[in-house]
């Protein structure tokens, strides 16, 4: 699996969380946190077969889990966290 295939699936990740997104207006904070911790288990458990994408796999989920802990750190809003793992997937 290349690095686009590993964009792709995290992309599919976040289309499938939209439909909670979708219930309201605007999602909450526990929904938000729900979403970040989701994903980053998916991220986690995500089957790569090939050394290479493990290892630009690794790299990504370091990147989000800081982010996702230093924005609790500094008590951020979690719909931040979700928002900042969505421009790291979209943007790679």
Known sequence: ???RSILGMLATMLIVSFP???QQ???TEAQCREMVNSMVQSM???PLERERDKQGAKVVIERVEKIVLDNRSRGTSECESWAAIGKI???Q
Do not use: E, I
Request: proline share 13%; hydrophobic share 45%; no cysteine.
């Open 89 to 91: 997937v979209t943007t």
């Open 20 to 22: 909670v997104m979708a």
């Open 25 to 27: 207006k605007s999602p």
């Open 1 to 3: 699996m290349n690095p």
């Open 44 to 46: 986690k458990a995500a």
